[in-house]
């Protein structure tokens, strides 16, 4: 401190310490909250594009090109047409936004009349996960016969949930 005091000239001790200055709640309230434009007008705020959006876009026109694809580049096309990374769809993620892109991959493959195996390894995920998925979708469409299996499966899953949370306080 000493070295600093000599530096710029100021002891230590001589400094104010700024104190805690309450505002005016009158001044919040004259205080606007929408940015102004030079000539004074408010200002309308526009959603910025995406940065990576001309990436997404140039992709798409290159698949768009082709003659044929084959049905990792179809899933791609997919993923990039609503702008989202392939890396995302085929990673470990489960957020619902995903989940739902992956079913509906899952749900095109299977109308290549591509297998359960076949898809599940473009995807990344085993055979019966894209089963469910295939099944996820057909269901949201209407189809009976899987909205009962979607039922069925629902209804396992929340039976081993209650089963292992009364395990779990049994052994406590």
Known sequence: ????????GVSPAAKKVPSL???????LA????????????????????????????FRVYQLQQKEYLTPTEQAKLICFSVRVSWDLVVGKSRRRDLTGLRN?????LRQRDLSYPQIG????????????SVRR???AEGD???EKWIGRKNRQSLESQHRIKAEKEAAL
């Open 1 to 8: 401190m000493e070295i600093r005091a000599r530096l710029f």
């Open 21 to 27: 200055t309450l505002v005016r709640p009158e001044l």
């Open 30 to 57: 004259e205080r606007e909250t929408k940015p102004r434009n030079l000539g004074g007008k408010p200002r309308k705020l526009k959603p910025r594009q995406d940065a990576n959006d001309h990436v997404f876009a």
């Open 104 to 108: 509906r991959i899952a749900w095109e």
């Open 121 to 132: 390894a473009i995807l990344n995920r085993d055979h019966t996960s894209i089963l469910h």
């Open 137 to 139: 979708v057909d269901a």
């Open 144 to 146: 009976r016969e899987a």
